[in-house]
């Protein structure tokens, strides 16, 4: 906590840089997230009526079970990958209902596959409390390197403060289906064929790198294509790669807006 790392922050996140960042060393990181990552076709492959069940439409499909539900750049329902949405850290944000009422895709309550999946909620709050602790200390660098240009904090509150105090944290396990159980055609020829160009809208996002499975048992990244891909601001599109030990870390619009483009959020997407 005590180094300065305003160098790292400027070249990762600062104006020329991709928007992202990674971090290695992360005690316990390795073993949580094969630990959720190794649940998402568990979660996926549960009964339809179960799934169902875990689907919640009133939070736009925000809590719980999501799969066809988001549409793609196309404009078709995106069935090639589910979703399992849920906060790492309170399972109830908010006794208030005028909030819950206003904000359903972040005031909701969680829901777990607790009579069918019981570890998922486990593993899940394990590794989102972990990446909300390293996220935070990422916060703190980067309170600082805003402060060295002269950017005060938005209203009296750091970006630490903002993301300490917040009670909405969102997390979301990913899961794409093999391509011969997608039910829609893969658009072959675009780099955004799984996940198209988006700017993340909130503060900061946390992420792991993907884990492959074939027949149950993990394996190396098939197609040395796949992966995260972000639009420089010079309009390059840049593959970015970071270990399976390493936690990577995403500046939001909000973080943007707030520290006056000191820091920079970035388009990206997944093939």
Known sequence: RGRDLSGKIEEGLGPDGLGII?????PDFPALRRTLLHLAPKVAN???DVKKELEDPDSRYNFGWSHGKEKLESGKLDTFKGSYY?????DVPTADDVLVSRYPSYCRPNIWPA???PELEIAFKALGKL???VGLMLARHCDLYVMQHGVEPYDGESLEQTISRSRCHKGRLLYYFPRQFSTQKEDGDSVSSWCGWHTD??????????????????VPCPDSAAGLYIRTRDDRVVKVTFGEDELAYQIGETTEILSRGR????PH???
């Open 269 to 271: 997407c997944v093939q």
């Open 86 to 90: 849920a906060n790492p850290i309170l």
């Open 115 to 117: 009579d069918h999946l």
């Open 46 to 48: 549960l009964p339809e």
């Open 131 to 133: 990446m909300l602790e």
């Open 201 to 218: 809208h909130g503060s900061l996002t946390g992420l792991t790198c993907g884990l492959f499975m074939k027949n149950s048992v993990e």
């Open 263 to 266: 820091l920079c959020a970035t």
């Open 22 to 26: 990674s971090i290695s060393g992360v």
